[in-house]
């Protein structure tokens, strides 16, 4: 009897990895390769971009790092309100693309590095269930990826979700950010009377005086000519000035061509875009009081029916600029970062993560406003003072990633992947 031949048969498909197992692992090898390398080569480095992969997402035409800055703002700008809208802020998109998600459908999440894909589709807010699913699909922006992934361990560092924490505001950063304001407030004023016309009542809700209005406009050094602050436009002047100043405190830039009729306007670290069509403009605020004086000195025209149903289908709101901001953004709010354990955290011991929102800090636009008003918070320069999970080198005053793993989690996490690598034979 001849003896058969060995064929493909014999072999379990199950020790034969996929072609897609076997990219995920490449991908890994050369994240922890590079990330190692880059992290030697701090001379060449932007210490802010310290340890990013070689792992790249395309956006247009430019190659985007996934550790960098850029790479979180791109995963960030994924999150779009026709697919992720209406979940909590323990899934606020922030917290998603610091590990390395990025949104590929309606409630659907990918990783860009092992390129597992979770679904954070959630029942109805008055399901009795809601709660509970709520904290499960939190646990899976650590958990969800695959075994073999760096994000779960190696997260994007906690100050690009909320850049103002005084952890993170070195001498270098208050400069850069007052610089920035003022950058934001001069594009802003060539928008004129394009810009929208912010109320008192706004004014006022935001606890800004007429004292630190005036204080806030000098600091932003605003550049006018001589025809456009002249007594007789002094009252529009005015109002651009306020306008263009609130808008840059709140982190809001234009982003168009300033003799386009479509103007907008958009926040850089959320990528929110504002059309400012929506909403009252210094001119139809000027519009309107011509009309009123021109009423009280004669008899107005009658309307027709027309003009009069035109008026009415035109609705437009009052502007104000921290209401519109997303309710994540880092100019309103201060996320907590997420707990690395939280997956292995028992229900019992859940109610105190529950809050996402660190309510011990100020808003970022208020944060600002201490920064201009020379008001300037205390920076803490001592490394034993940094948060977990990142340091401040002596080198450089910048926070940079830094991983503090408990031997015995690393160990058993070593262990856990060979046992599954590992050959049933």
Request: include cysteine.
């Amino acid at each position: 009897m001849s003896e058969k031949l060995p064929t493909q048969q014999i072999i379990p498909s199950a020790m034969r990895p996929s072609m897609s197992v076997v990219e995920q692992v490449k991908n890994t090898l050369l994240d922890l390769v590079s990330s190692t390398l880059s992290k030697l080569s701090n001379e060449t480095e932007d210490p802010e971009t310290n340890g990013d992969s070689h792992n790249t997402s395309c956006n247009g035409s430019s190659v985007v790092s996934n550790r960098s800055k850029d790479g979180y703002h791109h995963r960030l700008s994924t999150f779009t309100l026709s697919y992720w809208c209406g979940k909590p802020l323990c899934q606020s998109p922030p917290l998603l693309a610091q590990y390395g998600w990025e949104c590929i459908g309606e409630d659907l999440i990918k990783c860009c590095s092992c390129a597992a894909i979770v679904s954070m589709r959630l029942p109805w807010s008055n399901s009795n269930n809601y709660h509970q699913q709520c904290r499960k699909a939190m646990k899976q922006i650590i958990s969800g990826h695959m075994q073999i992934c760096s994000w779960p361990s190696n997260c994007s560092p906690h100050s690009y979700l909320y850049p103002f924490h005084l952890k993170y505001l070195t001498k270098e950063c208050q400069v850069k950010l007052e610089n920035e304001f003022v950058e934001r407030a001069n594009n802003l004023l060539k928008l004129n009377e394009w810009l929208p016309h912010v109320n008192n009542k706004v004014i006022a809700s935001m606890n800004i005086s007429d004292h630190v209005m005036t204080k806030l406009i000098n600091k932003a050094n605003l550049l006018m000519n001589e025809a456009e602050e002249s007594e007789e436009n002094a009252d529009v002047a005015k109002m651009i000035k306020v306008s263009s100043t609130l808008l840059a405190l709140c982190g809001w830039q234009t982003i168009c061509d300033y003799s386009a009729s479509n103007i907008s306007i958009q926040c850089n670290d959320t990528g929110r875009k504002i059309g400012l069509w929506n909403f009252h403009s210094i001119d139809d605020r000027c519009q309107y009081t011509n009309e009123i004086a021109e009423v009280q000195d004669v008899i107005p025209p009658k309307r027709s029916r027309q003009d009069n149903e035109t008026k009415m289908s035109i609705v437009k709101d009052s502007f104000h600029p921290v209401n519109q901001h997303h309710v994540w953004s880092p100019w309103v709010i201060c996320l907590k970062p997420l707990d690395p354990e939280l997956p292995h955290i028992t229900e019992e011991d859940e109610e105190s993560s529950n809050d996402p929102v660190d309510a011990t800090q100020e808003p970022g636009w208020s944060v600002l406003l201490k920064i201009i008003l020379d008001q300037k918070p205390q920076v803490l320069e001592d490394a034993d003072n940094s948060i977990v999970g990142e340091k401040i080198t002596s080198e450089s005053s910048t926070p940079v990633a830094h991983i503090r793993t408990p031997p015995k989690v690393a160990l058993s996490a070593a262990r856990r992947m060979l046992k599954e690598w590992s050959s049933p034979n």
